[in-house]
């Protein structure tokens, strides 16, 4: 287990397409908050690049691992399963793999939901669009327990917080 215990999300949840792509509908990521968590995802994790995703529509930016997780126990997203560990999509939702252990604490603290392949065997839940700051620093904690399930390697403090 990586993740850290979260807040309970406040408000509402949102609307959410059930089909792929999964998208969130309502509640949307203000762009400045959006563009600071892209910023964040592009210089506070090492070890990673960026591009467009190879799963979700081409608005999606993915983080990807520049050495692919070879862990045996570590399944990221497909087709590869071993390199994209997160992305965000245009409405600033994210997709993202945690450790198994992990889920059911991530989807009981009301900040995201399973994907609709999840009970196919996909390890990919989605965090909510952060509609502020302080939701920003939780999905930036989120986002680096994705990161330390990927690599084996804990976040520092820097890193989880930048």
């Not at 969130?24 to 591009?51: C, F, I, Y």
């Not at 509609?131 to 327990?145: F, G, H, M, N, T």
Request: charged letters at 20%; proline letters at 10%.
């Amino acid at each position: 287990m990586t993740l850290p215990v979260l807040p309970e999300r406040e408000g509402d949840r949102p609307v959410t397409g059930p089909e792929i792509p999964h998208l969130q509908l309502t509640q949307t990521s203000p762009p400045d908050v959006k563009e600071n968590l892209r910023q964040w995802m592009t210089t506070a994790l090492p070890g990673v690049v960026t591009g467009r995703s190879e799963i979700s529509p081409p608005s999606t930016w993915a983080v990807f691992l520049k050495e692919a997780a070879t862990a045996e126990d570590v399944h990221l997203m497909p087709p590869r399963w071993n390199s994209e560990f997160v992305h965000l999509h245009a409405d600033g939702s994210l997709h993202l793999c945690l450790d198994p252990a992990d889920h059911p604490a991530f989807l009981t603290s009301g900040w995201g939901e399973k994907h609709p392949f999840y009970d196919r065997g996909v390890n990919v839940v989605m965090f909510y669009a952060p509609r502020s700051q302080s939701e920003l620093e939780v999905a930036k904690k989120v986002i680096a327990a994705s990161y330390h399930y990927a690599t084996g390697h804990a976040a520092t403090t820097e890193t989880a917080t930048a």
